[in-house]
């Protein structure tokens, strides 16, 4: 069973930047697409950036040219880069990785969370 854990986040004025991180752990045959959402009060969650795990990467308009997303080698952990942030970009961010098991089963696996702040 793969495990997800965030970290990174954080309060900070607008304009500033934060970088998140996620790390995995547990067996896994592989560890697939990962991601990075996040969900305000009130709001329903979305999709912040994914990243395959040759490296391909998709960015939410509302953060392209501001936000990075990054895997490293072994891809089992994603990171996240936040510059220029602006008080809309506060929420808590979720790690999110679609996982194949052992047994060749894929699921969806969610982190718990970190909460970031950006204060106007």
């Known amino acids: 069973q793969v495990h997800l854990v965030e970290s990174g986040g954080g309060l900070v004025q607008a304009g500033g930047s934060l970088r998140l991180s996620c790390a995995s752990s547990?067996?896994?045959?592989?560890?697939?697409?990962m991601g990075w959402y996040r969900q305000a009060p009130g709001k329903q969650r979305e999709l912040v950036a994914t990243i395959t795990s040759s490296g391909a990467t998709n960015y939410a308009d509302s953060v392209k040219g501001r936000f990075t997303i990054s895997r490293d080698s072994a891809k089992i952990t994603v990171a996240l880069q936040m510059n220029s942030l602006k008080p809309e970009d506060t929420a808590v961010y979720y790690c999110?990785?679609?996982?194949?098991?052992?047994?060749?089963?894929?699921?969806?696996?969610w982190g718990q969370g970190t909460l970031v702040t950006v204060s106007s």
């Open positions: 999110n990785a679609l996982v194949l098991t052992l047994s060749q089963r894929t699921l969806e696996v």
């Open positions: 547990g067996i896994a045959f592989s560890i697939n697409d």
